[in-house]
Every structure is written in structure tokens, then in C-alpha cells.
């Protein structure tokens, strides 16, 4: 009698076990909700305002930059400028992954986003922002070569090289983006389906899991955190011995050097100093994250073209030749 119950009471347990991973399974989240920046209607609706501003400024600006350097050629011949046209076109695509859905749930209530679309955003924004980093350390390079070999500057940087690079670093940024997205696809999900950002991003997301991350964590610093923390030291170093050889250089064209290299480490300490901070700490996360979100979705692809440009003699005449030839074109008209 006490075998047969015993047997009974183990096949029962074996039931139970099968009936609450059958319950997992029909659990299963198949969508998130966004917490947003606010739940006020009023905090709501003046940030929609300020958000659809800087991202007419970010389209505007930076398709500006694309049309001006494709538009030019002698923009379009020299390396640097080629490789801006590049950055403005990443940084006008990295701000339509985020920020059209952050602007339409400013004004709807249910902040949700599918699985399929959360992995979609994590997609391009590690994607983008990868190929971003890795084009950033190029034009360091690009800098360095014209700086210190200036002799050499065109024979090195060929037009060869530079579509090399450019295709290296879309390269890099789909094989980063594609491992965090298939870190993310192997976790299961079964509930709870919060994340408190305005936008899916890794390290919110894998919080959700229902088993032990620590692995995932550690993949992720090894992944998004040791690639910015690398490019950040080698533009880091590049602009140390920029400094340093500009240091014998004559003082017209120390200076013309100093404020190209001032625009690039603008930009660098934007979108880098965000990125580590973010990505190069795993097991915890802090309200400040989404401030650190906005600057590199909102801010630093806003920034960009007016840093460029404002302080870019090159580019300011090529946008007035740009507009005087838009304009006979039209006068007839």
C-alpha cells in the first residue's frame, strides 16, 4: 500500500510539474509596455512639443548634410567629408528607430510595443549605433593621417580605402547588432512586461527573463560595453597624438586642425560617454538611464550637423553654392 501511494504521489508531482510548465508556456509575453519618460498629460504634451522640434531639427539637419555632400563634388572627394555624409545619414536614421514612437506615445495611453517590434528596435538601434562608433574611430584615423602624414594624406586615404572602411564598419555594426538580438530571442519571456524606458534596449529587456541572466549580463558587457569602451580609448589615444603632433605645426593651420578635432571629440564624448555608462555596467540600472537614452537617440543626432557645420568653413560654403543653384533653378519657375 505504501509503494502504490508513493508511486501515485510521484505521478502526481510529475503533473503538477508538466501543468505549470504548460501554464509558462501559455504565458508567454508576446508584448511589452513602455513606461515613458511621464505619466503627467501636461508633462506629456510639453515634451511631445520639444521632441517633435528637435526631431524635425535632426531630419532637417542632417538630410541637409547628405544632400550637401552628395551635392558637392569636391565635399564628396575628400575623405572626411565622405565619411560625414555617412555619420549624418546613420544619425538620421538612428533617430527614426526611437523617436517616432516616443513621439506618438507622448499622446496615446497604451505604450506598447510588440516582441516582434521591441526586437526590431534593438535591431537597428545596436545596428546603427555600432556602425556609428566604428565610423567615428575611422574618421579619428582619417584625422590622424592628415595630421601627421599630410605628405601622404591622399594616397593613403584613397577613395579604395575609405568605401573599405565605411563597408567594415556597416559590417561590424550588423554582426554586434545581430548577436544582441539572438542574446534576446533566446530568453524566455513569461511576465512581468514592463520596461521603464521610452524605447526597447537590452539591458532592460533581459531584466524581464524568467530565469537567471547572469550569463546574458555578462555577454552584454562583453559585447555593447567592451565595444564602446575600446573605440572610446582608441579615438581617446588617436586625438593624444593629434595634439601632440599639432603641437609643431604652424599656428594657421594648428588652428583650422584644432577646431576639426574639437568637432570630433564633441561628438565622440556625446554618443560614448552615454554608451558606457549604459552598457558597461550590468545588475542594475538607475533612473538617470533615460537620460543618458535621450542624449544618444535625441541629442547627439541633433547636435551633430549644427557642430559640423557652424563650425566648418568647407561645409558653410558648399550649402550657400547649394541654395544659390536651388535658387536659379527655380527662378524661371
Not at 44 to 70: C, D, E, R, S
Not at 186 to 196: A, I, Q, R, T, V
Request: aromatic share 12%; net charge neutral.
Amino acid at each position: 500500500m505504501k509503494v502504490v501511494s508513493s508511486e501515485g504521489g510521484c505521478m502526481s508531482g510529475s503533473l503538477g510539474i508538466l501543468d505549470s510548465m504548460k501554464k509558462g508556456n501559455d504565458s508567454k509575453v508576446t508584448e511589452f509596455v513602455l513606461l515613458g519618460l511621464s505619466s503627467s498629460w501636461e508633462l506629456k504634451l510639453f515634451l511631445f512639443l520639444i521632441f517633435l522640434l528637435f526631431y524635425m531639427a535632426i531630419v532637417l539637419g542632417n538630410l541637409l548634410i547628405v544632400v550637401t555632400v552628395q551635392a558637392d563634388t569636391c565635399l564628396l572627394q575628400s575623405p572626411m567629408y565622405y565619411f560625414l555624409g555617412h555619420l549624418s545619414f546613420i544619425d538620421l536614421c538612428l533617430s527614426c528607430v526611437t523617436v517616432p514612437k516616443m513621439l506618438g506615445d507622448f499622446l496615446w495611453q497604451g505604450k506598447i510595443i510588440s516582441f516582434s517590434g521591441c526586437l526590431a528596435q534593438i535591431y537597428f538601434l545596436h545596428f546603427l549605433g555600432a556602425s556609428e562608433m566604428l565610423l567615428l574611430t575611422v574618421m579619428a584615423y582619417d584625422r590622424y593621417v592628415a595630421i601627421c602624414d599630410p605628405l601622404h594624406y591622399l594616397t593613403v586615404m584613397n577613395r579604395q580605402l575609405c568605401f573599405q572602411l565605411v563597408f567594415a564598419c556597416w559590417c561590424g555594426g550588423f554582426i554586434h547588432s545581430i548577436t544582441q538580438v539572438i542574446l534576446v530571442m533566446l530568453l524566455p519571456f513569461c511576465g512581468p512586461n514592463e520596461l521603464d524606458n521610452f524605447y526597447c534596449d537590452v539591458p532592460q529587456v533581459i531584466k524581464l527573463a524568467c530565469m537567471d541572466t547572469y550569463v546574458i549580463e555578462i555577454l552584454m558587457v562583453s559585447n555593447s560595453g567592451l565595444l564602446s569602451l575600446v573605440c572610446f580609448l582608441i579615438l581617446l589615444f588617436s586625438y593624444a597624438v593629434i595634439l601632440i603632433t599639432l603641437r609643431t605645426c604652424f599656428h594657421q593651420g594648428r588652428s583650422k586642425a584644432l577646431s576639426t578635432c574639437a568637432s570630433h571629440l564633441t561628438v565622440v564624448s556625446l554618443i560614448f560617454v552615454p554608451c558606457v555608462f549604459i552598457y558597461l555596467r550590468p545588475f542594475c540600472s538607475f533612473s538617470v538611464d533615460k537620460v543618458f537614452s535621450i542624449f544618444y537617440t535625441v541629442i547627439t543626432p541633433m547636435l551633430n550637423p549644427l557642430i559640423y557645420t557652424l563650425r566648418n568653413a568647407d561645409m558653410k560654403t558648399a550649402m550657400k553654392k547649394l541654395s544659390k543653384k536651388h535658387v536659379a533653378s527655380c527662378w524661371p519657375c
